[in-house]
Antibody
Framework: EVQLLESGGGLVQPGGSLRLSCAAS????????MSWVRQAPGKGLEWVSA????????YYADSVKGRFTISRDNSKNTLSLQMNSLRAEDTAVYYC????????????WGQGILVTVSS | EIVLTQSPGTLSLSPGERATLSCRAS???????LAWYQQKPGQAPRLLIY???NRAAGIPDRFSGSGSGTDFTLTISRLEPEDFAVYYC??????????FGQGTKLEIK
């Protein structure tokens, strides 16, 4: 059974940093691209970042470029998102998501973790 | 950047009725790169349709997707009580890599 379990969320002050992790199991992690998607309270879905199976290539939404860094450790089946210079507008539930394969789309999602940026 | 506009914003229907949800793109989108998701309160999104018309694993056949170019549709043939949720379309592009529509809320009439 595929499982994605996020951790590392919480309350942080504006300008602060936080590191999210996503522990993956039930599939061959190093065969699949992964993404982070967020959802502000009461709002829609926003794609944040993606990383290729090897970790060689990374992609970011303009809203987080230069502040967030996605990475993965294929030896530990773990996806991470380092978030720096956090702003109030980064407040959201963050989901890690597994890409279907060669076809774009996310077939498995974590349960989500809340990040609140507030003083 | 391709913008996806979903309509209507809210759709009020009764169980047993047919639901038609629209997703319009600001530029042409490859059919292979269009997906639909369902999200219920407090839950993560669930993939329904990928490649515009292919049902994901375990998705009932009352869900179907169609369309091409800039106009895509998600149809639910006969609504079940568990189908009332928010639905999002998503496209895969270049920059940004993925974009979502703003969502359509399907509510019980």
């Amino acid at each position: 059974e595929v499982q994605l379990l996020e951790s590392g969320g919480g309350l942080v002050q504006p300008g602060g940093s936080l590191r999210l992790s996503c522990a993956a199991s039930g599939f061959t992690f190093n065969n699949y691209a992964m993404s982070w998607v967020r959802q502000a309270p009461g709002k829609g879905l926003e794609w944040v970042s993606a990383i290729t199976p090897s970790g060689y290539s990374t992609y970011y939404a303009d809203s987080v470029k230069g502040r967030f860094t996605i990475s993965r450790d294929n030896s530990k089946n773990t996806l991470s998102l380092q978030m720096n210079s956090l702003r109030a507008e980064d407040t959201a539930v963050y989901y890690c998501a597994k890409k279907v394969g060669v076809i774009p789309g996310f077939d498995y999602w974590g349960q989500g973790i809340l990040v609140t940026v507030s003083s | 950047e391709i913008v996806l506009t979903q309509s209507p914003g809210t759709l009020s229907l009764s169980p047993g009725e047919r639901a038609t949800l629209s997703c319009r793109a600001s530029q042409s989108v490859s059919s292979s790169y269009l997906a639909w998701y369902q999200q219920k309160p407090g839950q993560a999104p669930r993939l329904l349709i990928y490649g515009a018309s292919n049902r994901a694993a375990g998705i009932p056949d009352r869900f179907s997707g169609s369309g091409s170019g800039t106009d895509f549709t998600l149809t639910i043939s006969r609504l079940e009580p568990e189908d009332f949720a928010v639905y999002y379309c998503q496209q895969y592009g270049s920059s940004p890599l993925y974009t979502f529509g703003q969502g359509t809320k399907l509510e019980i009439k």
